[in-house]
């Protein structure tokens, strides 16, 4: 029981930079104090002793703001921050190294009994707000966004954000890095957005790039087709449009002739 306490308490080190000493998580710190509450509760339930297992429940709800029932199972180094408005369902599974934010659902969505409510694997955050509803399971490693409304299982490692919850993953795809690649050299940042953002900006401003880097074949392959009719010589495109030249009295790029017999030349 005391390994548990200084597991749980050496996690709230880990994971909030907030926390000072071990004398003050173990005294106001109402996370924790729900986490002792359930492990005693649980085990009162295991021994067929609900009622004083939902009695005990109850009053670390009333204290704590935090509602787990004792009949869920939780992992160790289970770690709610701020906690207010955490319901945690009867047939809830949370695996080891967990964490929950404030206002989080783990809930069900039928009435029948049995297995309704969702199963978290080891190292699962779930942010501030988001609800986890059904029997559904959330992989290893897995983060749900904060207001998010998951109702479907997430894989190991994955994200799950919006409202319903939607699986988003890492750009690496070619075309992401391309897009990238394009941004930087005209010397564009939006703002942090990427192809994941549930963002219409954000996807407006991708079109916009892809449709920068196609003209931009587009223009390779006229400049090269007029070369090698002798129409003009074929400039290389720069890869830093920072680093070129303008010519004050033209307004135009240097390695672009604007006299059409230069053109010609």
């Known amino acids: 029981m005391f390994d548990r306490l200084k597991e749980d308490i050496a996690c709230v080190f880990e994971r909030d930079p907030a926390a000072r000493t071990s004398f003050e998580i173990f005294t106001i710190y109402p996370g924790l104090h729900a986490v002792m509450a359930h492990r005693l509760a649980h085990r009162l339930w295991r021994h067929d002793l609900k009622w004083l297992a939902r009695l005990l429940s109850n009053l670390a709800r009333l204290f704590t703001g935090i509602e787990i029932h004792p009949g869920a199972v939780i992992g160790r180094r289970f770690f709610i921050d701020h906690g ?4 945690i369902g009867e047939t809830a599974v949370i695996g080891d190294d967990c964490t929950l934010y404030h206002g989080v659902t783990l ?11 969702p199963t978290l694997g080891c190292d699962v955050v779930v942010g501030a707000g988001a609800k986890v509803l059904g029997p559904i399971e959330i992989g290893d490693g897995a983060r749900i966004g904060s207001n998010a409304v998951v109702v479907k299982s997430v894989p190991p490692g994955a994200t799950a954000v919006g409202v319903p ?3 988003i993953e890492p750009a690496r795809d070619a075309t992401a890095q391309r897009r990238a690649n394009t941004a930087k050299r005209i010397g564009f940042d939006a ?3 990427t192809r994941d953002a549930p963002d219409p900006v954000a996807n407006a401003i991708n079109r916009m ?3 920068i ?8 392959a006229m400049s090269i087709a007029l070369e090698a009719q002798g129409i003009m ?3 290389e495109h720069d890869a830093d449009l920072d680093a070129m030249e303008i010519d004050p009295a033209t307004d135009a790029d240097l390695p672009r002739p604007r006299d059409p017999k230069a053109r010609m030349a």
């Open 233 to 235: 010589p074929h400039f």
């Open 209 to 211: 790039l892809d449709h």
């Open 84 to 87: 207010m408005g955490v319901v």
């Open 165 to 167: 919850g939607r699986i």
């Open 191 to 193: 703002y942090g957005a």
């Open 107 to 117: 809930g069900g969505t039928t009435w029948q009994k049995g297995k309704r409510h």
């Open 213 to 220: 880097h196609h003209m931009d074949q587009r223009m390779e």
